[in-house]
């Protein structure tokens, strides 16, 4: 029997070409770039995904209420083939994370630090 060659980065290649691949190595010289400092980056960055994410939760929910019935029975959850496609939607969606990083990369997120010097 003849072994196929098998390209390994072919399993880790996404649906789409939008959503990266599970792990990039990242510059970080252009997310210091963004505040200053990297760590003030990276709390934007994680306070966006949670935005984005929650959103996609609450739009997902909303999508998904329109087939929750009463009491569902075993057989209308395998025959729901509309609700099966929305989450299949959501699934193949960028993760928050990524979606994040490249809006702050690409300089779309508005953020402000509060003054540490406040006058009372």
Known sequence: ????????????????????????????EPI????????????????????????????LNEKLAEFAVGIDNLEEIFENREQIEIS??????????????DEFLDNKLFFRKADETSQD
Request: charged residues 30%; aromatic residues 2%.
């Open 88 to 101: 299949r939607h959501f699934e193949r969606q960028p993760k928050p994370t990524a979606t994040a990083i």
């Open 32 to 59: 210091i770039e963004g505040t200053g400092n990297l760590y003030e980056s990276i709390v934007v960055i994680g306070r966006r995904a949670r935005q984005i994410g929650v959103k996609e939760k609450t739009e």
């Open 1 to 28: 029997m003849k072994k196929q060659k098998v390209d390994p980065t072919k399993q880790l290649r996404s649906a789409s070409p939008k959503i990266p691949v599970s792990a990039i190595t990242r510059d970080l």
